[in-house]
């Protein structure tokens, strides 16, 4: 079945026209559709009509469940054409939605994340994000900026007149303990922005440690290139998948080694970069060697990483044995025989998990939003520093932070901003 939907004050005339009546609101109607240019029946189909304003858009809505087939489908797109509709840019429901008073921006953008969420924590972070619970919490922001303002504004009666100094030491307090409470939000930011795009784990180690056959082997399909010579994998390969109900990035990186070819030293300093970056790495040692290579990825590691010794199939040797004394928890794994791979799992499970836990509902799941809320908290120092030296601008200050909180969810910003958050949008959302 194929669903073509129509928006907007042509709407009426268009079912009219095609069913020969307007169906009951919200009310599945069996119709035949003819196309009135041609009187030519295109489909015997359901129609249903949403009465504005209680439908996606907030205008009149019309939608055709019609059979599948192209022919169908382009019959009705063609007699809707000849009625004066015209077919939908990227996001134009949504957007209508927003302009509506539907939906704010936030929400908005969580509609997308629904559609293109691969995790279940993604779509639950857009559900909540759609069900107005980001914008809830820069609202109440917003409102605590406000009541601010209007405790300096109802001293301040001209422009130029000096703060009284008691109104400072009142005001000061709520202005810090404010900017406090989005600071904390902001270091959310980080989960929020990590649920939505995905949280990145990166396999560093020696050449030939056995991070490409990890890699595939977590990813369940040969992403990455595996073979006995070492300074096989040079670019970074990242593949997506899902581990504890999160999306996360694997990244499978060059082996950290010195070397003369020009191609690899490059792939060692891209490892090095991405492995930085990383949410967490996972540090492959080759437990059957004994040249002691897998010291060089050592200076990548950080507190809380993990560590395999890998190729426990094999007789091991003095690297296996070291690490193993030098690591406590270190998992033994063979990806021949598939040992500790379970074990391997679980723990990356364990730590995507309680590592972006509690951010089901941030207050940050984009840049756009981040940015918003930086600025909110620049403006939100300055005005205290005002407030200190008994200046006017504290309100000023204060304005300008509600006003950065209020383009998270709002409708103040140009047309060119709107047109790039509805421009990610598919075509008929
Ligand atoms: N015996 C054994 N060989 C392995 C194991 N894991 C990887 N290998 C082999 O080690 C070589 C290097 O593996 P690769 O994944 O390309 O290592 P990378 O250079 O770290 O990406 C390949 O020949 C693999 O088949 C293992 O657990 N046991
Ligand atoms: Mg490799």
Not at 409 to 424: H, N, S
Request: aromatic content about 4%.
């Amino acid at each position: 079945v194929a669903i073509v939907r129509a928006s907007g004050p042509g709407v009426r005339g268009a079912l009219e026209a095609l069913c020969g009546e307007v169906p009951q609101a919200r009310v599945a109607t069996v119709a035949r559709l003819k196309d009135p240019a041609s009187g030519e029946i295109i489909d015997q189909a359901l129609a249903i009509f949403f009465e504005k304003p209680s439908s996606y858009t907030g205008e009149d809505v019309a939608e055709f469940h019609v059979h599948g087939g192209s022919v169908t489908v382009d019959g009705l797109t063609e007699a809707l054409s000849g009625l004066g509709l015209w077919p939908a840019e990227p996001g134009e429901f949504t957007r209508r939605a927003f302009e509506n008073g539907k939906l704010d921006l936030a929400q908005a953008e969580a509609v997308a994340d629904l559609v293109d969420a691969q995790s279940v924590a993604q779509r639950r972070q857009a559900l909540g994000q759609l069900g107005g619970a980001l914008s809830e919490r820069h609202l109440v922001w917003r409102e605590a900026i406000l009541d601010a303002l209007a405790l300096l504004e109802a001293h301040v009666d001209f422009p130029d007149e000096e703060l009284p100094a008691d109104l400072a030491a009142r005001a000061a307090p709520k202005l810090a303990a404010l900017e406090q409470e989005l600071s904390r939000g902001l270091q959310e930011a980080h989960k929020g922005e990590r649920v939505r795009n995905g949280y990145k784990i990166g396999f560093v180690g020696a050449p030939n440690a056995g991070k490409s056959s990890l890699l595939n082997a977590l990813a369940g399909r040969d992403a990455a290139i595996v073979t006995a010579i070492p300074g096989t994998t040079r670019d970074v390969i990242e593949v997506p998948t899902v581990i504890g109900g999160h999306r996360v990035i694997l990244g499978d990186t060059a082996g950290v080694r010195i070397t003369e070819d020009e191609i690899e030293a490059e792939g060692v300093r891209r490892a090095r970069a991405w492995a930085r970056d990383a949410d967490l790495r996972v540090w492959v040692v080759d437990g059957s060697a004994s040249d002691g290579a897998w010291r060089e990825a050592f200076g990548l590691i950080e507190l809380g990483d993990s560590c395999v010794v890998n190729k426990v199939d094999l007789p091991q040797g003095d690297d296996g044995r070291a690490t193993t004394e030098a690591w406590p928890g270190v998992i033994r794994l063979s990806l021949t025989t598939g040992e500790g791979l379970d074990a391997l799992k679980a723990e990356l499970a364990a730590r995507v998990t309680s590592d972006l836990s509690g951010a089901d509902f941030p207050a940050v799941t984009r840049e756009r939003h981040r940015l918003h809320l930086e600025e909110a908290i620049v403006h939100l120092q300055r005005s205290q520093a005002s407030l200190l030296s008994g200046s006017e601008l504290a309100a000023e200050d204060l304005r300008l932070a509600a006003r950065a909180l209020e383009r998270i969810t709002g409708r103040i910003d140009p047309e060119a901003v709107l047109d790039k958050v509805f421009g990610q949008f598919c075509i008929g959302k």
